[in-house]
């Protein structure tokens, strides 16, 4: 009787471990969120056109409704008090629109807070930081296009400079400076808040700080109760600065005073942002 030979069954050698996965980088998740960002500020064009056709509306009425019986020290008709008044007036336009498009980043933030985005993002390699940092970025080209628009309005109607190249950059960059600030303090204000609704009423405190600055009427003019409100708060100094240098005159210390609080606003958002965000990442 013969046997059949037994074959030996191969055994399967295990695979190589795998190495282990890298995340995206810091820069390529900046560049993604950026770019989300800017395409959800696109598609929502309501919120785009309102952010840049209110400080546009608010320009036009100040100038021609009450331009002509405002007195900036100017003298003359009512035609060059317009136009003198449209001179005074435009760096606070251009700060409100700045404001105005910097709130919406305070209602994207929360939504991405409190809708989970940011527990499916813990899945993925992407610091989540980024996400914070990507509607900064889109908030600021926002906001330039939307300073862009105000100026040229201001020019279509009227507004002439005496500034040099140099000056009127310098006046550019002052605004550019506050957006990037008004920016990180909407973030962190949607990073608190229980809901878009709530970030957005907690945003409307900046943006009627404008309004009792020296944007639309001279500090000296306002009650002796209101007129140590309107010099000592962050607007006057910014909005006094970037006047001055598009007029073509010096900002003075108003410049430092500006850029001080620039500073300290900017320190205490990112300090605020550093401390909460982690925390609000890891319950979500």
């Given at each position: 009787m013969t046997?059949?030979?037994?074959?030996?069954?191969?055994?399967?050698t295990p695979a190589p471990p795998h190495p282990p996965a890298r995340g995206a980088g810091f820069l390529a998740g900046l560049r993604v969120f950026t770019a989300r960002s800017l395409k959800h500020s696109f598609r929502d064009g309501e919120s785009l056109l309102m952010a840049i056709l209110l400080p546009v509306m608010l320009m036009?009425?100040?100038?021609?409704?009450?331009?002509?019986?405002?007195?900036?020290?100017?003298?003359?008709?009512?035609?060059g008090a317009r136009e003198a008044y449209l001179a005074f007036v435009l760096p606070a336009v251009a700060l409100i629109a700045a404001g105005f498009g910097a709130?919406?980043?305070s209602v994207v933030v929360s939504n991405d807070m409190t809708t989970g985005f940011m527990n499916r993002l813990?899945?993925?390699?992407?610091?989540?930081?980024?996400?914070?940092?990507?509607?900064?970025?889109?908030s600021m080209v926002r906001n330039l296009l939307a300073t862009t628009v105000v100026l040229l309005v201001g020019f279509a109607v009227g507004f002439r400079t005496g500034a040099s190249v140099p000056q009127?950059?310098?006046?550019?960059?002052?605004?550019?400076?506050?957006?990037?600030?008004?920016?990180?303090?909407?973030?962190?204000?949607?990073m608190v808040?229980?809901?878009?609704?709530?970030?957005?009423?907690?945003?409307?405190?900046?943006l009627f700080l404008p309004y009792i600055s020296s944007g639309f009427a001279r500090v000296e003019t306002m009650p002796?109760?209101?007129?140590?409100?309107?010099?000592?708060?962050?607007m006057t100094p910014v909005i006094d600065s970037s006047r001055a240098l598009l007029n073509g005159q010096a900002p003075g210390s108003e410049l430092w005073v500006g850029m001080l609080w620039c500073a300290g606003l900017m320190l205490l958002?990112?300090?605020?942002?550093?401390?909460?965000?982690?925390?609000?990442?890891a319950r979500t």
């Open positions: 046997t059949t030979p037994r074959t030996a069954i191969p055994t399967a036009l009425i100040f100038t021609y409704v009450l331009g002509g019986a405002m007195d900036v020290g100017e003298g003359g008709d009512a035609a709130s919406h980043t813990r899945t993925m390699p992407f610091p989540s930081v980024t996400v914070l940092l990507g509607h900064a970025a889109s009127f950059l310098g006046a550019v960059g002052i605004i550019a400076v506050w957006i990037l600030v008004i920016t990180c303090v909407f973030a962190m204000l949607g808040a229980g809901s878009a609704e709530a970030a957005t009423g907690y945003g409307f405190i900046l002796a109760w209101l007129r140590p409100i309107a010099e000592h708060q962050p958002a990112v300090w605020l942002i550093a401390v909460i965000f982690p925390r609000k990442v």
